[in-house]
């Protein structure tokens, strides 16, 4: 079965760079979430995405910003990095409300 | 606000070893889900189980089962004759039935298992 895709598996960036984190849903889920996980930590909410629209935001940062495009695929955008914006960050991908979310496996993030 | 709380941080047992994982939740809502994921060391997140507020029936998954009493707020994780490939951090999470466009997940802080062979 189709997974949840998430591009790149790793990732490292300098202070200040920009990243781009791409995540590609399971087929037929309309609901993409963003979770940040640091080191030693549980999973943190990021921001989600229902039919292309936000449908929820939680602990992102302003220097974050994602969408989600037509074919459901969703980019998180991460500039002027910080050091501690190293972490896992997970995208999940589900249906409607209660439904399971499946995630995908994770880019790890290291800003040097 | 919803809250989880998974109270053991590090638990270690011996291979065949029953052991049991602990999940109490908070939430103000009639409505709402619970989950367990599991992730090894490899770091992805996999899903164990989805249970709804409704739902108080008990499950059994081969040598996995779990326990909610909603009377003590508890989703509780047992792994019957633990084995070396159970070593992982168990994660108990919950999400609540606030808007139709599906909702946050609200993880606890996670269970570390080691089994030991």
């Known amino acids: 079965a189709a997974g949840v895709i998430q591009s790149p598996r790793h990732l490292i960036k300098e202070k200040r760079e920009t990243a781009t984190l791409k995540c590609y849903p399971i087929?037929?889920?309309?609901?993409v979430y963003w979770y940040q996980q640091g080191p030693g930590q549980d999973p943190q909410f990021l921001i989600s995405?229902?039919?292309?629209?936000?449908?929820d935001k939680g602990s992102i940062p302003d220097r974050f910003s994602a969408q989600q495009f037509s074919d459901y695929h969703s980019e998180l955008n991460m500039s002027s990095l910080e050091l501690g914006d190293s972490a896992l960050y997970f995208c999940?991908?589900?249906?409607?409300?209660?439904?399971?979310?499946?995630f995908g496996p994770g880019t790890r993030l290291l800003v040097l | 606000a919803q809250k989880v709380t998974q109270a053991q941080t590090e638990i270690s047992v011996v291979e065949k070893e029953d052991v049991t994982l602990d999940c109490v939740y908070e939430t103000r809502d009639t409505t709402y889900y619970l989950f367990w994921y599991k992730q090894p060391p490899s770091g992805e997140l996999v899903f164990l189980i989805r249970r709804n507020s409704f739902d108080e029936q008990n499950e059994i998954s081969g040598r996995y089962s779990w326990n909610f009493q909603k009377s003590t707020s508890s989703f509780n994780f047992t792994i019957t004759a633990s084995q070396v490939v159970d070593s992982a951090v168990y994660f108990c999470?919950?999400?609540?039935?606030?808007?139709?466009?599906?909702?946050?997940?609200?993880f606890g802080g996670g269970t570390r298992l080691m089994v030991k062979p």
């Open positions: 999940a991908s589900g249906g409607l409300i209660g439904e399971t979310q499946y």
């Open positions: 995405f229902y039919e292309k629209m936000q449908s």
């Open positions: 087929p037929r889920h309309d609901t």
């Open positions: 999470a919950l999400s609540e039935a606030i808007n139709h466009a599906g909702n946050m997940l609200t």
